[in-house]
């Protein structure tokens, strides 16, 4: 450091203080400028891409909630439609039920009512049939009767002696 203190030239330290202050001034005028530019550029860059960063991620927390709710709507939609398809379903069954029922009582009835019409057209034949054997039978007894003049005159006498008692 001696040496330094020494061997100091005062006309080397203005020649360096004024390449110095020069090489300031160049810096300054050529560098200085460009590359504060470049970096307040950048530091511009960084906040845009922070505030884009920050609008995107509370997009998506608006479009979660949006899905989340349309979701939601989407499963109320869904149960009410299975709830409506139930009532539906139900509803058709017991109509069809209801019909059937009414169809076999209906078809109940028609047999009473067909059975009932048999059973009177099967009387009335057995009345006819008995009526015609009860004439048939009555025919050949009056025939036997009436060829036989003795069994003729009982029967009349009979027959007086029921109607004075009636």
Do not use: H
């Not at 020069?22 to 860059?45: M, Q, S, T």
């Not at 009056?142 to 009979?158: G, H, W």
């Amino acid at each position: 450091m001696d040496k330094l203190i020494n061997d100091f030239s005062f006309g080397l330290f203005i020649w360096q203080i004024l390449i110095f202050v020069g090489l300031i001034l160049l810096l300054k005028k050529f560098a200085w400028k460009p590359i504060l530019d470049a970096v307040n550029d950048r530091e511009e860059g960084i906040k845009n891409a922070l505030l884009s960063a920050e609008n995107a991620r509370t997009e998506m927390q608006n479009l979660q909630a949006d899905n989340q709710r349309i979701l939601q709507e989407a499963r109320l939609e869904r149960d009410n439609m299975l709830k409506d398809a139930r009532e539906i379903k139900e509803k058709m069954i017991a109509d069809s039920k209801t019909e059937a029922q009414a169809q076999g009582l209906k078809m109940i009835e028609q047999a009473k009512a067909a059975i009932e019409s048999e059973k009177n057209a099967a009387m009335a034949e057995l009345k006819s049939q008995v009526s015609n054997l009860s004439i048939e039978i009555a025919e050949k007894l009056l025939k036997d009767e009436l060829s036989n003049k003795e069994a003729q005159t009982k029967l009349v006498e009979k027959m007086l002696g029921d109607v004075k008692l009636n």
